[in-house]
Nanobody, 124 residues
């Protein structure tokens, strides 16, 4: 089993940057694809990005490509989401999640472990 805790959310002005961290507990962390999702009020949960077990491959949602970067430090059981050039529409609760199926499976239902979420608010 994997337990996930996110850190690093907050309030930032448009154009600014934030870095989210997700610390995982559990012996099998390194075998999971780790992903980030976000959910704004009244909207469905949206895929942001994910990274494979090796850290060599990543995929991103269209709305964040070129601005957000996912990375992982398996020695520290931690995955990161670096967010640059933030926009007000990036405002949401951001969730870290673990996926045992592979990097090509990035639907919400492919992820079976979730963190509690951290709020990111981008002011205009």
């Amino acid at each position: 089993q994997v337990q996930l805790v996110e850190f690093g959310g907050g309030l930032v002005q448009a154009g600014g940057s934030l870095r989210l961290s997700c610390v995982a507990s559990g012996r099998t962390f390194s075998s999971y694809v780790m992903g980030w999702f976000r959910q704004a009020p009244g909207k469905e949960r949206e895929f942001v990005g994910a990274i494979d077990w090796s850290g060599a491959y990543t995929v991103y949602g269209d709305s964040v490509k070129g601005r957000f970067t996912v990375s992982r430090d398996s020695a520290k059981n931690t995955v990161f989401l670096q967010m640059n050039s933030l926009k007000p529409e990036d405002t949401a609760v951001y969730y870290c999640a673990a996926n045992p199926y592979g990097l090509s499976n990035n639907e919400v239902h492919s992820y079976n472990y979730w963190g509690q979420g951290t709020q990111v608010t981008v002011s205009s």
